[in-house]
T-cell receptor, first 106, second 120 residues
Framework: DIQMTQSPSSLSASVGDRVTITCRASQSISTYLNWYQQKPGKVPKILIYAASSLHSGVPSRFTGSGSGTDFTLTITSLQPEDFATYYC????????FGQGTKVEIK | QVQLVQSGAEVKKPGASVKVSCKASGYSFTNYDTNWVRQATGQGLEWMGWMNPNSGNTGYAQRFQGRLSFTRNTSISTAYMELSSLRSEDTAVYYCARGEFGSGSYSDYWGQGTLVTVSS
């Protein structure tokens, strides 16, 4: 199975900061990469699919990039509602998730 | 509106099996995959597998091979996940989620989750 590795596992940031989360696949997955946001007690919410396509209704401060094995989720100006855990997911063959990145308030 | 409604919480003993249902409404059940994902308390998301409700084809994450089974009843737009030989490490919230067929899909609607507790 393709393994997905996110870094960092957690980070502390302030409102207005630019935040970058990376995701690496153990083999090439082209652009078959999704990003989800999950808040405590809630179900995951799709943010980005196909590595860089913004899902309907998702604010434009969320951007995704990458292809092959290396991917990035960037939040250009962190808002209070963005404090959450973010997961990457490959959609190349299985739907394995990365281990998650928790974004906390500094 | 699209909804996935799951069955209620379960408490099982080690070695037993659990079957969770996921009833779809607001869309054509057979036109989308049903994915199953679980999450232990305080832990990350773990993808378990998928089922094509139209064909009945399934795919399972390697670590669950042999003790995980997906079925469906298309007449009532319901998918089922059955996990056998339960152990304490299987205690988690189990989610069903809708996804488009094939590579490149993502899950846009999720069930509310079903807590399965495995305890002697």
């Amino acid at each position: 199975d393709i393994q997905m590795t996110q870094s960092p596992s957690s980070l502390s940031a302030s409102v207005g900061d630019r935040v970058t989360i990376t995701c690496r696949a153990s083999q090439s997955i082209s652009t078959y990469l999704n990003w989800y946001q999950q808040k405590p007690g809630k179900v995951p919410k799709i943010l980005i699919y196909a590595a860089s396509s913004l899902h309907s209704g998702v604010p434009s401060r969320f951007t995704g990039s990458g292809s092959g094995t290396d991917f990035t989720l960037t939040i250009t100006s962190l808002q209070p509602e963005d404090f959450a855990t973010y997961y990457c997911q490959q959609s190349y063959n299985t739907r394995a998730f990365g281990q998650g990145t928790k974004v906390e308030i500094k | 509106q699209v909804q996935l409604v799951q069955s209620g919480a379960e408490v099982k003993k080690p070695g037993a099996s659990v079957k969770v249902s996921c009833k779809a409404s607001g869309y054509s059940f057979t036109n989308y995959d049903t994915n199953w994902v679980r999450q232990a308390t305080g832990q990350g998301l773990e993808w378990m597998g998928w089922m094509n409700p139209n064909s009945g084809n399934t795919g399972y994450a390697q670590r669950f091979q042999g003790r995980l089974s997906f079925t469906r009843n298309t007449s009532i737009s319901t998918a089922y996940m059955e996990l056998s030989s339960l152990r304490s490490e299987d205690t988690a919230v189990y989610y069903c989620a809708r996804g488009e067929f094939g590579s490149g899909s993502y899950s846009d609607y999720w069930g509310q989750g079903t807590l399965v507790t495995v305890s002697s």
